[in-house]
């Protein structure tokens, strides 16, 4: 996936997880968020993507809070079933858990980036 | 990101805030029993343990503006139109006076993607205090993202350094404890607020997914340090909460980039819209009110801002805005 670093791997809980997204938090919980995984990827010229793996208690539930998350520029991507992404953000579902990444240095080469880390955050999750 | 946590997703376990919930529960019933007495007993004794918030606000004239708004292209230009048509930063911000700049530094996001106030709109009033004579300007925030990383990918810490000011945040931030009205006893805040003669609060106009939008009244929540989550519960009255007990000098309020939707993190730059202005004001529900508008939400129908115009912190009447035009 080209990725040079990774940060250590927070994790949080239904306690913690305002930490790390304040209020936003209160929809993940309402849909039944059980806990999460995030890390930040660098890549050459100091891009960096932010990565948050949240799993819920159900399907129902990652699905709507990628449903509401969905940015407006969002599409499909080609390929990669489930996957939405605007080039700067791309976001994903496989059953109970939901994928959020975030190029923090949008730029051309943020949307190619962002799909091969999903796709290699969801391979080896289901190795 | 291959390592879940392995604990059953299905095990029922209780949130702070639904424990908080539960307590706040038992407390009530404690009380309709006869507990009270001492309940409340314990509550002043905290609370008379520490300080009350200063009001940082100036005298005014009735026949002042309460608020001004410019729109252009340059952010800095739209700072100075707006201060200048209240009167200019002096009539303010007098000379020795430390002043406080408080913005949105919460997130670890550029400015493109409009999480975080504006560097441009922080500088200049940074330069602006520094030129009515203020002794010391200083710029800082709790982030809720790494606050390295925070300050330097919003741009505000070298932006706000080279105006001048002192920048502020993490470890380098002292928390004091704090009585807040209408909050529990617990809640920290930071020490500039009772070392600082003026505080500006220089907020960003975003999508917040609790409170439908978040402007000046809630960009207080980055003064608290621990206990600030407790404030979500019941939001629209907690923000006027924070309104009430955050008097400042000035609010600025940053619509140079107005984040639309998933907030209040953001980081899709379809979410944002560009609108390039800029208002100041001493009315801090005008400024509210006028900040809404920019993302195309009635003030009306926002809970938190009838909260805070009911408690008489101000007014949301639009007319009261001065409209300055485009540069």
């Known amino acids: ?127 | 990101m291959t390592d879940l946590p392995t604990r059953d997703p299905y095990e029922e376990k209780p949130t702070r805030r639904e424990m908080a919930a539960r307590l706040v529960s038992t407390g009530v019933a404690a009380a309709a029993v006869g507990g009270g007495a001492l309940f409340f007993h314990d509550r002043r004794h905290l609370e008379a343990a520490a300080p009350e918030i200063p009001d940082w606000r100036v005298p005014r004239s009735d026949a002042a503006p309460r608020g001004a708004a410019a729109r252009g292209a340059d952010p800095a230009a739209n700072v100075r139109r707006a201060v200048a048509a209240l009167g200019g930063m002096e009539a303010f911000v007098k000379k020795g006076e430390s002043v406080l700049i408080k913005p949105n530094a919460g997130w670890d996001r550029l400015p493109e993607q409009a999480a975080n106030t504006d560097p441009k709109v922080v500088a200049e009033l940074v330069r602006l205090c520094k030129r009515a004579g203020a002794k010391r300007v200083v710029v800082a925030d709790l982030s809720v993202n790494d606050p390295v990383r925070s300050m330097t990918r919003s741009g505000l810490l070298e932006a706000a350094r080279s105006a001048g000011a002192e920048v502020l945040y993490g470890k380098s931030l002292k928390l004091v404890p704090a009585s807040l009205a209408g909050s529990s006893a617990g809640l920290e805040v930071i020490d500039l607020l009772f070392s600082c003669q003026r505080v500006i609060n220089v907020p960003i106009v975003k999508h917040h997914g609790l409170s439908r939008a978040t402007v000046g009244m809630k960009n207080w929540m980055g003064v608290l340090g621990r206990g600030r989550n407790r404030l979500h519960q019941g939001i629209d009255r907690a923000v006027a909460e924070l309104g009430a007990t955050f008097r400042p000098t000035l609010t600025v309020v940053d619509a140079t980039r107005v984040l639309l939707s998933n907030g209040p993190q953001g980081g899709s730059l379809s979410d944002v819209k560009l609108v390039n202005a800029v208002a100041a004001g001493t009315d801090p529900v005008l400024c509210e009110a006028w900040g809404v508008t920019q993302m195309g939400l009635d003030p009306s129908s926002l809970g938190f801002i009838t909260e805070a115009e009911k408690r008489g912190l101000g007014r949301r009447d639009l007319s009261l805005m001065r409209d300055l035009g485009t540069a």
Not at chain 1, 41 to 65: D, K, M, N, P, V
Not at chain 1, 76 to 84: D, I, L, M, Q, T
């Open chain 1, 1 to 127: 996936m080209g990725a040079l670093a990774r940060t250590e791997t927070a994790r949080y809980d239904r306690d913690s997880l305002y930490e790390a997204i304040d209020g936003a938090a209160d929809g993940y919980l309402a849909r039944g968020f059980v806990s999460a995984v995030m890390a930040t990827y660098t890549y050459a010229g100091a891009a960096e993507i932010s990565a948050e793996l949240h799993r819920f208690g159900s399907e129902a539930g990652a699905g709507e809070q990628s449903a509401g998350e969905r940015p407006s520029a969002a599409r499909s991507v080609p390929g990669f079933e489930g996957a939405e992404s605007d080039g700067t953000v791309l976001l994903a579902v496989r059953g109970r858990d939901y994928l959020k990444l975030t190029s923090l240095t949008p730029g051309p080469e943020a949307e190619g980036r962002l799909v091969a880390l999903a796709q290699a955050a969801f391979q080896e999750k289901t190795r």
